[in-house]
């Protein structure tokens, strides 16, 4: 990878108003029961709406009635018709059956044989908090969180591909991974934020890391789910964790009659009457393989198949996963069982017992995948955490980047007199240990230095800022950031804020002088969304001139008064969209 164009190009991404950039993850909303109209309300002047075919600017509008009809979308008021909608900032969806679902996502709505689809793009690691807010928001221990966080990261690393075709990502249902966005948590958020990038790894891939509720105290080797995949790290093992919590037993009663039309409605073809059900075959863990179903005829067929069969036309909470044993009760047979799901690889309810039992996540994690890598590439290195008394430091080669927690608390002291705020949070330091991880945690482009959400400041490497002699601009310039972001009125406009850290820097800097022709709305465009290096350095130049100018007219005091009480209109209050 080249980084011959590094500079001190530094984007700021603040986590609620400004949309993240990279197409991390496209993710379908609605997936099995997409609507066929919706209402989308913007919430106040922070969102910005497009009706598309061509494309035309539409701001924003009151709440907008979104129809399909066929192929095309219908939208009031206007009335509008064309190919999709697409709405920027933050806005509520509003499905016909559906809570609510406050968004601040680019999102995209096209239309399909009269039905809705929605596609978003969000942060990957949004993604994973939006996944255990589905699969595992009743985990308590923070630790078994943390493991699934990697569990469902790796998953979706590893199936990104299935929906290729279809123009996303990840459908938001169990086909993929359940995805619940409306009952995310902080706590969800920092679980997926603690491992950012973290994955398992097997041979140079990331590891098939099927999960499950409870697979009854024994494992399922992968055979289960595909024949193909030689993953040696999804075996039959036992797990006493799940069951120490809860046996996982159930039974459920299907009459024959049911059963026969379940097996219909599947298309699995049975005796005309079914009378009598026997496994033929286990899997090495105790699982139903093979079951032979006999009456006026005989017929053999997959377990899975037949329990997916029965949860499809009678429930999911019935015959609730292979392990189990039969019997005929005359017009009907009684399942007895352990266990919810294929067992294949993480219990959940084992991980969740092993975290309060004071495991860590990687304990968990190789207990369920024992042999697989954890960390952030193949070679599995994984992150270290050193703390400063100002700043942490989170890195892969902690004893080569140990110096950038002296450098940085010199830098934050200094950022703290020149403002006279001192800074109250404990910023982190994350240093990925090269160009491409750091692309793909961040979706930054390789030009952009470093991207700061929260008080996490992400670098790429130091080793590359050093020898781009921007390793100082650029860690004085995310802090001064975090300095002016903690005081920063609301409204703020982002022109303002990076004018301010740029005036502020000390470091040196390789932004040129300003072009005065460069408008406020245009600059707050190629601020939040710059299209390449060069309009950014642009757009930076054109802050600090901006700001250089307002501090040598009002002074600075009165300059840092309005980062706190808001930008004046005299001084150029115009908000853009
Ligand atoms: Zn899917
Ligand atoms: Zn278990």
């Avoid at 108003?17 to 197409?23: K, R």
């Avoid at 630790?143 to 990697?150: R, W």
């Avoid at 899997?283 to 329990?307: H, K, M, Q």
């Avoid at 309810?349 to 309060?356: F, I, L, R």
């Amino acid at each position: 990878m080249k980084r011959l164009a590094l500079l001190a190009a530094l984007v700021v991404l603040f986590a609620a108003p400004i949309a993240a950039q990279g197409p991390d993850a496209r993710v379908r909303l609605y997936w099995l029961q997409a609507p066929e109209s919706l209402r989308i309300v913007a919430h106040a002047d922070a969102a910005s709406v497009r009706l598309c075919s061509p494309c035309t600017n539409a701001g924003v509008v009151a709440p907008l009635e979104v129809k399909a009809v066929g192929n095309q979308i219908e939208a009031k008021p206007g009335p509008w018709r064309g190919d999709s909608v697409e709405v920027e900032g933050t806005y509520r969806v509003e499905v016909p059956g559906h809570a609510a679902l406050t968004l601040a996502y680019p999102i995209t709505v096209r239309a399909g044989d009269g039905r809705l689809q929605l596609t978003v793009t969000m942060p990957l690691e949004d993604y994973v908090a939006g996944v255990l807010a589905g699969e595992a928001s009743s985990f308590r221990s923070a630790e078994s969180l943390t493991a699934m966080a990697v569990a469902a990261r790796t998953y979706a690393a590893r199936f990104r591909g299935r929906h290729q075709a279809e123009g996303f990502d990840f459908c938001d249902t169990t086909h993929c991974q359940d995805l619940r966005l409306r009952a995310v948590t902080d706590r969800l958020e920092e679980a997926a934020e603690a491992t950012e990038g973290e994955l398992l790894w097997y041979d140079g891939l990331p590891a098939a890391t099927y999960y499950h509720r409870h697979c009854g105290g024994s494992t399922e080797t992968a055979r289960a789910l595909d024949p193909e995949l030689r993953a040696p790290y999804l075996r039959a093992q036992h797990d006493g964790f799940c069951t120490a919590k809860d046996p996982g037993e159930w039974q459920a009663e299907v009459t024959k009659e049911e059963l026969r039309q379940a097996l219909a409605a599947a298309g699995i073809e049975t005796p005309v009457s079914v009378q009598s059900l026997a496994i033929v075959e286990r899997t090495p863990s105790g699982r139903a393989e093979r079951l032979r179903l006999s009456g006026s005829g005989a017929a053999t067929v997959s377990a899975t198949d037949f329990r997916f069969a029965v949860g499809r036309a009678l429930g999911w909470n019935r015959i609730r996963s292979d392990l189990y044993e039969v019997r005929d009760l005359g017009d009907r047979f009684l399942f007895r069982g352990r266990g919810h799901g294929h067992g294949v690889g993480l219990c959940q309810v084992g991980a969740a017992q092993m975290g309060e039992a004071g495991k860590s996540y990687r304990e968990i994690l190789s207990f369920y995948y024992p042999g697989t890598a954890l960390g952030l590439t193949a070679q599995g290195l994984g992150w270290q955490a050193r703390a400063g008394e100002r700043v942490e430091l989170l890195s892969t080669r902690p004893t080569e980047d140990q110096s950038l927690i002296a450098l940085a608390e010199r830098l934050l002291r200094g950022a703290e007199q020149r403002t006279g705020w001192p800074l109250g949070q404990r910023p982190q330091l994350r240093v990925y240990p090269s160009v491409e991880v750091y692309r793909n945690a961040t979706g930054q482009p390789g030009w952009v230095a470093a991207s700061t959400r929260g008080q996490v400041i992400r670098l790429q490497p130091a080793r590359v800022l050093r020898e781009a002699g921007t390793l100082e601009s650029t860690v004085e310039h995310e802090l001064l950031h975090l300095v002016v972001e903690s005081r920063a009125h609301p409204r703020l406009p982002l022109w303002f804020r990076e004018g301010v850290v740029l005036y502020l820097s000390q470091a040196r800097s390789a932004v040129p002088s300003g072009d005065p022709s460069i408008g406020l709305e245009q600059l707050e465009r190629m601020l939040s969304q710059p299209r390449s290096e060069e309009e950014l350095r642009r757009a930076y130049a054109a802050a600090r001139a901006r700001v250089e100018e307002l501090v040598a007219r009002h002074g600075l005091p009165a300059v840092l008064g309005w980062v706190e009480a808001g930008l004046p209109a005299a001084a150029g209050a115009h908000r853009s969209r």
